[in-house]
């Protein structure tokens, strides 16, 4: 019976440390798609930028 009991306490351990670090890593995923996008908006804004520039520089050119 004895080893029952520790069975069942060392399963009640894993679960709640289990839980808390999920939380964790869920976080820090959320932290990297946040990460990501600033990236992505950060690119769009270079390439959209770069398209204006070449764009006034052509319009410049034809005159």
């Known amino acids: 019976?004895?080893?029952e009991s520790l069975n069942r306490t060392?399963?009640?351990v894993k679960d709640p440390s289990?839980?808390?670090?999920t939380r964790v890593n869920v976080d820090v995923l959320k932290q990297r798609i946040?990460?990501?996008?600033?990236?992505?908006?950060?690119?769009?804004?270079?390439i959209f930028s770069?398209?204006?520039?070449?764009?006034?520089?052509?319009?410049?050119?034809?005159n």
């Open 34 to 46: 946040i990460d990501q996008k600033k990236k992505d908006k950060f690119k769009r804004t270079i």
């Open 10 to 12: 060392s399963d009640v």
């Open 18 to 21: 289990l839980v808390i670090n």
């Open 50 to 62: 770069t398209l204006c520039v070449s764009l006034g520089a052509l319009t410049l050119l034809a």
């Open 1 to 3: 019976m004895s080893t």
